[in-house]
């Protein structure tokens, strides 16, 4: 059996998540060390999310009281909070 074989029939028996977090680093993998190759997947057969969403889903789990700490103005003052910039007015 070669290894393309094996893994096939071991995706065949994985959960949905293990199968999405393989097909990523497959993909990462593949576009590190082989750039040139096309990837096989079309982007339509990968669920897109709008990026709010995605925002939403990460902060889900996040308590209020860490939320209040977050500067009111980070997205004017990306720079400033990620390098230390001056802030803008």
Do not use: C
């Not at 094996?6 to 497959?26: A, G, N, T, W």
């Not at 902060?59 to 390098?83: C, G, I, T």
């Amino acid at each position: 059996m070669t290894a393309k074989e094996q893994l096939l029939r071991e995706i065949q028996h994985s959960p949905e998540p293990l199968v999405k977090e393989v097909l990523d680093f497959l993909l990462f993998a593949r576009s590190r060390n082989y750039p040139f190759v096309e990837p096989e997947v079309v982007d339509s057969q990968i669920p897109q999310q709008p990026i709010w969403e995605f925002a939403q889903e990460l902060m889900q789990d996040a308590p209020p009281e860490e939320l209040a700490k977050l500067p009111v103005d980070s997205a004017r003052n990306h720079d400033h909070y990620l390098y230390g910039a001056p802030k803008q007015p």
